[in-house]
């Protein structure tokens, strides 16, 4: 038995690395603020479960009662496989330094770093006692290499979460564990973080023009070739580089 837990699995990215998976026989729990009954067909389709759990990931106490629940659960079944995939993130909000209200920095910095970091350890904690081998797959951006203005937060967070991902890859060697973390960067996709960004003032964000021009040349790749890509990665065990940050532009 084989299990993917997937946030932000509901829309976009999260839900059609979610199909792929149930496709090939995985069972997936799935984490975000709504459903996707799509998911919970395909799943009876193909004689595997899918379950659904509501969690506001920006909520760090919501973070820890539910990645510990789950964990409990799945690691109790001694599963032969885990994948941990924290998809799910934010951009907003976006605008220059100086005019960010502090509830909305802990917020962003919650959902994009927190939940992840907190998840990763929780599911580490139980894998360590199960011996079940985790893969952990951390959802980064191009962000997180360089300086975007009106994007310090979504920078700033998602290169944290880089280097999060690589040092417990190392943890994880060094104990020999079996267990790995990998990144993966899915570029620019046709979804709703895309359309948040094309919403953005000129003030705010000085790029937004390009990005509307990402949309109206349609070069916006559509959320199901990247998620096979990743698929691709994930089900090729044996060959997974630990540390890796896997680039879709390197997978295509």
């Given amino acids: 038995m084989k299990y993917a837990i ?7 990215l999260g839900a059609s690395i979610s199909c792929l998976l149930i496709k090939e026989n995985i069972h997936i729990i799935g984490i975000s603020r709504t459903d ?3 998911l919970s067909r395909l799943a009876n389709e193909h004689s595997v479960t899918y379950e659904h759990i509501s969690c506001d990931l920006a909520n760090p106490n919501q973070v820890e009662s ?3 629940g789950v964990a409990l659960k799945i690691y109790g079944q001694n ?3 885990v994948y941990l995939i924290n998809n799910a993130g ?3 909000p976006i605008d220059r330094t100086g005019n960010h209200a502090a509830n909305d920095i802990v917020a962003h910095t ?3 770093f927190v ?5 990763t ?13 985790t893969i952990v797959v951390n959802v980064t951006s191009g962000a997180a290499q360089r300086p975007i203005s009106g994007w310090s937060l979504y920078c700033g967070t998602k290169a944290g979460l880089d280097l999060f991902t690589e040092t417990v890859a190392m943890e994880q060697m060094e104990a020999e564990t079996g267990n790995l973390a990998i990144l993966f960067n899915p570029g620019i996709m046709d979804t709703n973080m895309q359309a948040s960004i094309r919403a953005s003032s000129l003030d705010a964000f000085r790029d937004v023009e390009a990005f509307k021009q990402y949309k109206e040349n349609n070069e916006l790749r559509d959320t199901d070739v990247v998620a096979q890509a990743l698929v691709s990665v994930l089900l090729d065990v044996p060959n997974i580089e630990n540390g890796k940050n896997y680039s879709i532009k390197e997978l295509l």
């Fill in 6 to 12: 997937v946030t932000g699995n509901s829309k976009g």
């Fill in 36 to 38: 996707n009954e799509q």
């Fill in 66 to 68: 539910v990645f510990s």
């Fill in 79 to 81: 599963p032969e496989l």
């Fill in 90 to 92: 934010v951009v907003d």
């Fill in 110 to 112: 919650n959902i994009n």
């Fill in 115 to 119: 939940a992840p970091v907190a998840a």
């Fill in 121 to 133: 350890n929780i599911f580490l904690q139980k894998a360590s006692i199960s011996e079940t081998k």
